[in-house]
T-cell receptor, first 117, second 113 residues
Framework: AQTVTQSQPEMSVQEAETVTLSCTYDTSENNYYLFWYKQPPSRQMILVIRQEAYKQQNATENRFSVNFQKAAKSFSLKISDSQLGDTAMYFCAFMKHDETSYDKVIFGPGTSLSVIP | DGGITQSPKYLFRKEGQNVTLSCEQNLNHDAMYWYRQDPGQGLRLIYYSQIVNDFQKGDIAEGYSVSREKKESFPLTVTSAQKNPTAFYLC????????????FGDGTRLSIL
């Protein structure tokens, strides 16, 4: 069974600084997808970034980028130029790639990020 | 704008009472999901549905029931058999058999009176 671990329950960063959130996962699959979701105090889950395991190039989305290390099963999220609106819970998630049947998304326990003015 | 609407935002349940959480989507997604969120535990899957009139149990289905009579709607009933229902409940939807991520509603906070 797949598992997702986020070892940092809480983190803080000064506004305009850079922060990295850690995520590791365990799977025997070769084809899969990884996601980072953001949940601000308003509680709506928002997709931040996604990575296909077959792509070696790390995904980027404006100030958000990932460091995907497939062999190490690591998928960290880097937030550059942190803004107050980045304050939220961040969830790492795993989904097996299968175009013929459903497979559920596995979520990590989350990291609470606070951006300090 | 397309999206997922959950209602109500806050809900209170008395002992022995069943309550129903609403989830409606206009994204034309085939698959819909219900998650429970507790502090420090991330999201846990309660039920999911891939097609109308069909649904499957997730990891923590005991004490919950669902129906899928319409593609757009996937209501969740928290029954009196669920002894610890206080949590935040999130509904999501996605295209079926695709690599596209799930879209989420704003959630419902359920508390016990």
């Amino acid at each position: 069974a797949q598992t997702v671990t986020q070892s940092q329950p809480e983190m803080s960063v000064q506004e305009a600084e850079t922060v990295t959130l850690s995520c590791t996962y365990d799977t025997s699959e070769n084809n899969y997808y990884l996601f980072w979701y953001k949940q601000p105090p308003s509680r709506q889950m928002i997709l931040v970034i996604r990575q296909e395991a077959y792509k070696q190039q790390n995904a980027t989305e404006n100030r958000f980028s990932v460091n995907f290390q497939k062999a190490a099963k690591s998928f960290s999220l880097k937030i550059s130029d942190s803004q107050l609106g980045d304050t939220a819970m961040y969830f790492c998630a795993f989904m097996k790639h299968d175009e013929t049947s459903y497979d559920k998304v596995i979520f990590g326990p989350g990291t609470s990020l606070s951006v300090i003015p | 704008d397309g999206g997922i609407t959950q209602s109500p935002k806050y809900l209170f349940r008395k002992e022995g009472q069943n309550v129903t959480l609403s989830c409606e989507q206009n994204l034309n997604h085939d698959a819909m999901y219900w998650y429970r969120q507790d502090p420090g535990q991330g999201l846990r899957l309660i039920y999911y549905s891939q097609i109308v009139n069909d649904f499957q149990k997730g990891d923590i289905a005991e004490g919950y029931s669902v129906s899928r009579e319409k593609k757009e709607s996937f209501p969740l009933t928290v029954t009196s058999a669920q002894k610890n229902p206080t949590a935040f409940y999130l509904c999501a939807s996605s295209r079926l058999y695709s690599n596209q991520p799930q879209h989420f509603g704003d959630g419902t906070r359920l508390s016990i009176l």
